[in-house]
C-alpha cells in the first residue's frame, strides 16, 4: 500500500511539471503583441484622410488609432498626442502626413514605447527648424499662393484654409475630383502659428524611421522631402511616381505596405 502511494505521489509531482513545463513552452512561442497603428493626419486634412490606409491595417491584424490632430501649435499638438500615447498599452508606430510629422517628431520618446515613425509626405526637422521653413527650402511649393483668406482668432494667431476651388490640384491632384470635393469641403483649418512654431529635438533621432511620398507633392517640394528623409537616415525611401500631397488616399495599399514594414521591424 506504501508503495502504491509513493508511486501515485511521484505520478503527481512529475504531472504538475510536465504541466508547467508545457504551458511555459505555449508561452515563449506565443508571439508578441503587434503594436498599435497612430495615424496622425496633418493641415487641412482630417482622420478620414486615413479611412483606407486604416482599413489595409486593420485586415492585417494590427489595432489602429487615428489621432484627431488639434493642429494648433507644434507644442500644443505633440502635448495632445503624448496624452493621447498615455492611453495605449505596448509598443506604438507613429505615422504622421503633412504638418503630422512635426507633431511626431516632437513627442516626449522617454514616455512611450514607441517602436518606428513613418514620415507619409510629411515633415521631419531638425532643432529649431519650422513647417514653413522648410517648406521654403527648396523650390516648388504652390501651397502659399492657393490659401484664402485668414481667419483672425482671439489669441491673435489665424487659421488658414485652402480654397476650395484649388484644393484638387493643389493637395489631391491625383485623387478623383468627387472625393477631392468632398476633402476640400471637410479640410481642418491650421493656425499660422503652428506652421511657424520652431521644432524641438526630433525623435528621429532616436527611433528609426520610413519615408513615403509623391513626386508631384505641391504642398511640400519633393527635394525637401528627400533631404528629410536622407538627414533622418529613413530606412526605407519610397517616392511614388506622379502621386499628389494627398499619397495617402491615392495610394493607400503601398503606404500601408511600408508602414507594415516599419512595425514588424527589428
Given amino acids: 500500500m506504501n508503495t502504491l502511494i509513493k508511486r501515485l505521489a511521484l505520478f503527481s509531482v512529475l504531472f504538475l511539471a510536465f504541466s508547467a513545463l508545457c504551458a511555459e513552452s505555449k508561452e515563449v512561442a506565443r508571439p508578441a503583441a503587434r503594436p498599435t497603428i497612430v495615424l496622425v493626419h496633418g493641415a487641412f486634412a482630417d482622420s478620414s484622410s486615413w479611412n483606407d490606409v486604416a ?5 492585417r491584424g494590427f489595432p ?23 492611453t495605449i498599452t505596448g509598443p506604438v508606430v507613429l505615422v504622421g502626413h503633412s504638418y503630422g510629422g512635426m507633431v511626431i517628431s516632437n513627442v516626449d520618446s522617454g514616455r512611450h514605447e514607441i517602436k518606428a515613425l513613418v514620415y507619409v509626405a510629411a515633415f521631419a526637422p531638425e532643432t529649431g527648424e519650422t513647417a514653413a521653413g522648410l517648406s521654403a527650402r527648396f523650390p516648388g511649393s504652390t501651397l502659399a499662393a492657393a490659401l484664402g483668406p485668414p481667419v483672425a482668432l482671439p489669441d491673435g494667431s489665424n487659421d488658414l484654409y485652402i480654397q476650395q476651388a484649388r484644393f ?18 471637410a479640410q481642418r483649418p491650421v493656425t499660422d502659428k503652428a506652421l511657424n512654431e520652431a521644432s524641438g529635438p526630433p525623435a ?12 508631384l507633392d505641391r504642398n511640400i517640394p519633393p527635394e ?12 526605407r525611401v519610397v517616392e511614388i511616381d506622379g502621386a499628389s500631397h494627398l ?6 495599399d503601398e503606404v500601408a505596405r511600408l508602414i507594415v514594414e516599419a512595425a514588424e521591424s527589428r
Avoid: C, T
Wanted: proline share 7%; aromatic share 10%; hydrophobic share 55%.
Fill in 55 to 59: 482599413g489595409n491595417l486593420v485586415a
Fill in 64 to 86: 489602429v488609432v487615428a489621432a484627431a490632430n488639434p493642429l494648433r501649435s507644434v507644442k500644443y499638438d505633440a502635448a495632445y498626442l503624448d496624452a493621447l500615447l498615455e
Fill in 168 to 185: 484638387h490640384q493643389q493637395f489631391a491632384a491625383d485623387v478623383p475630383a468627387g472625393p477631392a470635393a468632398a476633402a476640400a469641403i
Fill in 204 to 215: 528621429w533621432g532616436s527611433i528609426p524611421s520610413w519615408s513615403v511620398f509623391g513626386s
Fill in 224 to 235: 525637401s522631402l528627400r533631404f528629410m528623409a536622407r538627414r533622418a537616415r529613413s530606412r
Fill in 247 to 252: 499619397v495617402m488616399v491615392s495610394h493607400p
